[in-house]
């Protein structure tokens, strides 16, 4: 993670931290999402020798996230929201396999799923996460604070 925090540095955002070991991180730019998105993968790709997704999300979108969980009921630790680039495709449920009694609802830009019995054994598979990345709900709220803090 402090490689991380340097490249974000060498990117000239600011203020930026970590949480835990999974590259998730919170800074500080004037930049908006696109020319954030292009120099954290530039800088992941020349460190990691292959091309590395990034999704990027703002203070506001991320508690816009938390709010809008459909599964607000359920321990954050069984809720995860699969963050995409863009709308997830209108097929994301009905092209899902192997459910076994996980909930899955579309999102702005995420596809919140719910595993009632968690996440460790489950089977589900969802083509569109191909394309994104996943985080509990217990993450998300952190990485909320966390950016909230920083505002």
């Known amino acids: 993670m402090s490689e991380l925090l340097a490249m974000c540095e060498a990117a000239g955002f600011t203020n930026a931290k970590t949480y835990i070991a999974s590259g998730n991180v919170v800074f500080q730019s004037d930049l ?8 954290l993968e530039n800088a992941l790709a020349a460190y990691a020798g292959k091309p590395v997704g ?7 979108e991320m508690k816009q996230v938390l709010a809008a969980n459909p599964f607000a009921h359920a321990p954050g630790n069984r809720v ?3 963050f995409l680039d863009e709308a997830p495709p209108q097929d ?6 192997h459910l ?3 909930e899955i609802i579309l999102g702005v830009r995420e596809i919140y799923v719910h595993y009632p019995d ?3 054994g489950s089977k589900l598979v969802i083509p569109a996460a191909n394309k994104g990345t996943m985080r509990n709900m217990n993450t998300v709220a952190k990485l909320t604070e966390m950016s909230a803090a920083l505002s």
Do not use: F, Q
């Open 100 to 102: 076994k009694g996980e």
């Open 118 to 120: 968690g996440m460790g």
């Open 92 to 97: 994301a449920i009905t092209d899902a396999r």
């Open 54 to 60: 990034v999704c990027v999300r703002t203070c506001e």
């Open 32 to 39: 908006s999402e696109h020319p954030i998105k292009l120099a």
């Open 80 to 82: 995860n929201t699969l």
